[in-house]
């Protein structure tokens, strides 16, 4: 079964500064993975994902993520952190067949931004 | 061009009631999963709709049922209520197993904040 972890629950950065999030998987075959942001009461919003092909990939608000095969992880970075991207992330890993795609979550890393 | 949409925003119910929520896909997209987010968790899958039937189902029991109409959308019925069941439960909806991997990515709802006392 497929499986995500998010080593860091919390994350505490300097507004400009940089920033990445961990994630790693465990799946048995060619995973679909993918980072969500969810702001304070709402639903999630989908930042960016990954399929196959060039593994850094790019997404909204200037985040991208690399997948890296050998070391099982898809973390998330940005060069430079507004206010508003305090936020709580998600990685999940998605199967996909003939059934449909199901999503695994991590438990998430709670980001905060210091002014 | 709505999103998914979600109701009631906010529920209160009693251990042993019954609750049924309402979801509505983004347009165009015709399979609607579910999943539940408790307090300080990432969402676990509970189940998803295709087609008016249940394709898939993570590890939940029984008491959780749900139903997909012709127009694509979704209720989720939670039976005989416990503590436990209070959580956010978050609909998204998406083009399917037709669409291929590439293409069926999952957008969400703002949940629907269910409270058992």
């Known amino acids: 079964a497929q499986s995500v972890t998010q080593p860091d629950i919390h994350i505490t950065v300097s507004e400009g500064a940089s920033l990445e999030l961990r994630c790693n998987y465990s799946?048995?075959?060619?995973?679909?993975l993918f980072w969500y942001v969810q702001s304070p009461g709402q639903g999630l919003q989908l930042l960016l994902k990954y399929f196959s092909g060039d593994t850094l990939v790019q997404g909204i608000k200037g985040f991208e993520a690399e997948f890296k095969r050998s070391q099982s992880s898809f973390n998330l970075r940005k060069p430079s952190v507004h206010w508003s991207d305090a936020a709580e992330y998600f990685c999940?890993?998605?199967?996909?067949?003939?059934?449909?795609?199901?999503?695994?979550f991590g438990g998430g890393t709670r980001l905060m931004v210091k002014p | 061009d709505a999103g998914v949409t979600q109701s009631p925003t906010h529920l209160i119910k009693t251990r042993g009631q019954q609750v049924t929520l309402r979801c509505s896909p983004k347009?165009?997209?015709?399979?609607v999963s579910w999943y539940q987010q408790a307090l300080g968790q990432g969402p676990q899958f509970i189940f998803q709709?295709?087609?008016?039937?249940?394709?898939q189902r993570g590890n939940f029991p029984d008491r959780f049922s749900g139903h997909q109409f012709p127009n694509y959308s979704s209720e989720l019925n939670v039976n005989a209520l416990l503590l436990g069941d209070s959580a956010l439960y978050l609909c998204?909806?998406?083009?399917?197993?037709?669409?291929?991997?590439?293409?069926?990515?999952?957008?969400f709802g703002p949940g629907t904040r269910l409270t058992v006392l």
């Open positions: 999940a890993v998605g199967t996909s067949n003939n059934a449909g795609n199901m999503l695994t």
């Open positions: 799946y048995g075959a060619t995973p679909y």
């Open positions: 347009s165009g997209h015709d399979t």
């Open positions: 998204a909806s998406s083009l399917g197993p037709i669409a291929g991997p590439s293409t069926d990515t999952q957008y």
């Open positions: 709709y295709y087609e008016e039937e249940e394709r």
